[in-house]
């Protein structure tokens, strides 16, 4: 069934009225844009031309037993109901595992829903029902057993590209992410952006989730590695922490925001880090050293 893109906007508005009166006290719904509502209203009554931002939030859910809090992140694209509601849930009290597990329940659970189907208060109601399982079955996940046979990894490293990488508070959030998580790599700012981040798969997808959330669109994996591992995958791993990579600048562009990277020393640094086949991943030509 297609629908308006106006359409679905009113949907989405009734949907949200009907969240805050679920979850009427402060806090409890937290918009990432405190005037995409406002903005959506105007778009609707014709006083904006352009098509506003998508609504974005989370709702702090209270789970019962056990006594617990799910962050769900929710981001309605302009299209929805008529396309996928993009959903994470998120806990300190669940570990990465158990975590992913979730998210692939109720990841499966929407997906039943036909186009034209507001879901929202169903996940949540979903979410209610049917999370308790993850936090009491998580200690017993990892229960070592008489005969423990050994655990196999797959051990990740992703490449990542994005236009440029300038604002301050976008560099702080990479970098409390990478050493948040147990992932080595760097990020490059400037103009191209590069992120190299490596580790466990579990580990690596859920830094790229968080750093393209709520809406960085100028970013792409170009390219990801992996292997099967059983062990911890120290021996595997090209870099020993995670760092901002600053590099010098081509051109005297004062305070402006648009200078490129030195791509050759990008080339150097890459070469000592053994990934020099990843330059012509990245940028589509053949490397060539510096000094020839």
């Given at each position: 069934?297609?629908?308006?893109?106006?359409?679905?906007?009113?949907?989405?508005?009734?949907?949200?009225?009907?969240?805050?009166?679920?979850?009427?006290?402060?806090?409890?719904?937290?918009?990432?844009?405190?005037?995409?509502?406002?903005n959506?209203?105007?778009?609707?009554?014709?006083?904006?031309?352009?098509?506003?931002?998508?609504?974005?939030?989370?709702?702090?859910?209270?789970?019962?037993?056990?006594?617990?809090?799910?962050?769900?992140?929710?981001?309605?694209?302009?299209s929805?109901?008529?396309?996928?509601?993009?959903?994470?849930?998120?806990?300190?009290?669940?570990?990465?595992?158990?975590?992913?597990?979730?998210?692939?329940?109720?990841?499966?659970?929407?997906?039943?829903?036909?186009?034209?189907?507001?879901?929202?208060?169903?996940?949540?109601?979903?979410?209610?029902?049917?999370?308790?399982?993850?936090?009491?079955?998580?200690?017993?996940?990892?229960?070592?057993?008489?005969?423990?046979?050994?655990?196999?990894?797959?051990?990740?490293?992703?490449?990542?590209?994005?236009?440029?990488?300038?604002?301050?508070d976008?560099?702080?959030?990479?970098?409390?992410?990478?050493?948040?998580?147990?992932?080595?790599?760097?990020?490059?700012?400037?103009?191209?952006?590069?992120?190299?981040?490596?580790?466990?798969k579990?580990?690596?997808?859920?830094?790229?989730?968080?750093?393209?959330?709520?809406?960085?669109?100028?970013?792409?994996?170009?390219?990801?590695?992996?292997v099967?591992?059983?062990?911890?995958?120290?021996?595997?791993?090209?870099?020993?922490?995670?760092?901002?990579?600053?590099?010098?600048?081509?051109?005297?562009?004062?305070?402006r925001?648009?200078?490129?990277?030195?791509?050759?020393?990008?080339?150097?640094?890459?070469?000592?880090?053994?990934?020099?086949?990843?330059?012509?991943?990245?940028?589509?030509?053949?490397?060539?050293?510096?000094?020839?």
């Open positions: 069934m297609s629908a308006s893109v106006k359409e679905s906007l009113q949907l989405q508005l009734l949907e949200m009225e009907l969240l805050f009166s679920m979850f009427p006290n402060q806090g409890e719904v937290k918009l990432e844009d405190v005037n995409a509502l406002t959506i209203k105007r778009y609707l009554e014709g006083t904006r031309e352009a098509l506003p931002p998508k609504i974005e939030f989370v709702i702090t859910l209270q789970i019962e037993e056990p006594k617990v809090k799910i962050d769900l992140q929710v981001t309605m694209p302009h929805y109901p008529y396309v996928a509601l993009q959903l994470f849930g998120r806990s300190s009290e669940l570990d990465r595992h158990q975590q992913l597990l979730l998210n692939k329940g109720l990841t499966s659970y929407i997906g039943t829903f036909d186009p034209g189907e507001l879901c929202v208060c169903a996940a949540i109601q979903w979410l209610q029902d049917n999370s308790a399982s993850y936090f009491l079955n998580r200690k017993l996940v990892y229960e070592p057993s008489t005969q423990a046979k050994p655990v196999k990894n797959t051990f990740l490293r992703m490449w990542i590209y994005s236009h440029h990488i300038y604002q301050q976008l560099r702080k959030k990479i970098l409390d992410v990478g050493k948040r998580l147990d992932v080595t790599g760097f990020c490059m700012t400037g103009k191209p952006g590069i992120i190299c981040v490596e580790g466990f579990e580990h690596c997808e859920e830094f790229w989730h968080t750093i393209r959330y709520p809406n960085w669109k100028h970013i792409s994996c170009k390219h990801a590695e992996s099967e591992t059983e062990g911890n995958g120290e021996d595997l791993r090209l870099f020993h922490s995670f760092e901002e990579l600053l590099l010098e600048a081509h051109g005297d562009y004062g305070l925001n648009d200078y490129h990277m030195n791509l050759g020393q990008f080339l150097e640094f890459l070469k000592k880090h053994k990934s020099e086949h990843v330059f012509q991943i990245l940028f589509g030509i053949e490397s060539k050293s510096s000094d020839s």
